[in-house]
């Protein structure tokens, strides 16, 4: 079933929608969870708190990138319970290292002082994810958006570890200074 049937599904309140969602991304979403919490068993969650979100989002929106969207649930329902166990001091995993490897380029969100800041750091960085080779694209996208490890990374593209940490690195440093030209404040 392609995600046009699926949304109208939703938007008619088809219980079947969810057990598409499931059938068609289910894999992808415990895929973006797992990177971010690294259990089988708190992504499996996610995914079910996703399919239960998208139930709840559709109506009123009609997204037109149906996989983006149900990306960006899970990724947020992940990165909130990653937040929550962090608090506990419950977690130990790639998350913290990515994000941690990305906080001296972005602001942090308690920096950020207003919905116009967050929408102009958006768009900002969307034109410098858009400005990259495709190999450094891939990679910087993979390592920070799916939270990948870099041994995963260096696996999936045939590259060493070394190479990915070094294109990270110098990606990361291109992303400092295009955002200070942009005129946002680290």
Request: overall charge positive; aromatic content about 10%.
């Amino acid at each position: 079933m392609d995600d046009k049937q699926i949304i109208g599904l939703y938007l008619k309140r088809n219980e079947a929608a969810i057990s598409e969602t499931q059938n068609k991304y289910g894999r992808y979403c415990h895929y973006i969870a797992y990177n971010i919490l690294g259990s089988d068993q708190d992504a499996e969650e996610c995914v079910n708190d996703t399919c239960h979100k998208v139930w709840y989002s559709i109506p009123p929106e009609q997204p037109h990138n149906f996989s983006a969207f149900i990306a960006k649930i899970t990724r947020n329902l992940a990165l909130d319970k990653y937040r929550k166990y962090a608090a506990k001091k419950r977690i130990d995993s790639q998350t913290a290292l990515a994000l941690d490897e990305l906080s001296e380029c972005i602001p942090s969100p308690c920096d950020v002082e207003s919905v116009a800041d967050k929408m102009d750091l958006s768009d900002a960085l969307s034109r410098f994810i858009k400005s990259l080779s495709p190999q450094s694209r891939k990679v910087f996208v993979r390592r920070y958006w799916y939270l990948s490890s870099i041994k995963e990374i260096a696996e999936d593209y045939n590259i060493s570890e070394s190479k990915v940490k070094m294109l990270l690195l110098r990606t990361r440093n291109k992303l400092k200074l295009f955002l200070e030209k942009e005129g946002v404040q680290i």
